[in-house]
């Protein structure tokens, strides 16, 4: 009976690794304990180990694929051993879902990133110019107006001259 060769999760972080490149054909014969594959994860370089003497019947991926956790990048089996029939849809479905979740994860990553770069305050631009030259916090600002309205540059200019007057004080 033949074996699949599936990335494993080898570390609790790991989601994903690159199949850097295979030192086995497909044809040729490998021996239990001979590197199939070199293997690249976010802390290490290694090579994959067959657990199995065989033949390498079919890689399932190219050197420098980027493959999720579980997807089957070999089988090694008897010469005239029929490659297993469902390996493309397993691995074709688990590559949506791994890029599915890299999607939200990015998409994530840039909402954070805009929501933090990006002023949640609204403001027309000359009021934002004057306050970034003045080096006010447009927040502190909108606190003091209604907030159903954009900051105009002069409630930039009022808050300026209140806390002109405040500090004289």
């Not at 990335?7 to 044809?27: I, S």
């Not at 590197?35 to 033949?55: A, D, P």
């Not at 990006?118 to 907030?147: C, F, M, N």
Request: charged share 30%; aromatic share 6%; proline share 4%.
């Amino acid at each position: 009976m033949g074996q699949l060769i599936a990335v494993e999760k080898w570390a609790a972080n790991l989601e994903e690794v690159t199949v850097n490149r295979w030192l086995h054909q497909e044809g040729e014969r490998v021996a239990e304990g001979d590197s199939l594959c070199e293997i690249i994860t976010e802390k290490v370089t290694f090579e994959y180990e067959v657990e199995q003497s065989g033949v390498l019947r079919r890689i399932y991926c190219q050197a420098g694929s980027i493959v999720p956790v579980g997807y089957i990048i070999a089988f090694i089996g008897k010469p005239d051993e029929p490659l297993p029939a469902d390996v493309l849809e397993r691995n074709a479905r688990l590559m949506r879902q791994y890029r599915s979740a890299a999607q939200l994860d990015l998409e994530a990553d840039i909402a954070q990133l805009q929501s933090a770069s990006s002023p949640s305050v609204r403001a027309t631009p000359a009021a934002r110019r004057l306050a970034r030259q003045e080096g006010v916090d447009l927040a502190q600002i909108a606190q003091r107006i209604e907030q159903s309205r954009a900051i105009r540059e002069d409630d930039v200019s009022q808050y300026l001259q209140q806390r002109t007057a405040d500090s004289d004080e």
